[in-house]
């Protein structure tokens, strides 16, 4: 069965504590990121975007943006891929 299935890739989702978050700007509009969006790729590296809200308020374009060079932002990445991967594995099957 393994040689039947091609994983492109695997995505989490993930809310960034506030002491973490920080704000960009596209086109003019600055937006506070919450959420990062994590993918694990073939090859078994790391990648993630951000996304987030205007901080004018409403609810904004669905916009990515690069993750800031950031320790701590590293360190939530790497550890949400842990967790995810403990998830993935004790899996109970379609419910």
Do not use: C
Request: hydrophobic share 40%; aromatic share 6%.
């Amino acid at each position: 069965m393994d040689d039947e299935v091609e994983v492109s890739a695997m995505a989490i989702n993930v809310a960034v504590p506030e002491r973490l978050q920080w704000t960009d700007s596209r086109r003019g509009e600055e937006f506070l990121l919450t959420t990062l969006n994590v993918r694990m790729l073939p090859d078994g590296t790391l990648a993630a975007k951000a996304y987030g809200r205007p901080t004018a308020g409403g609810r904004g374009a669905y916009t990515s943006f690069r993750l800031p060079d950031s320790p701590g932002l590293a360190t939530l990445v790497e550890a949400a891929a842990t967790t995810a991967a403990t998830r993935w594995a004790a899996h109970r099957g379609l419910g």
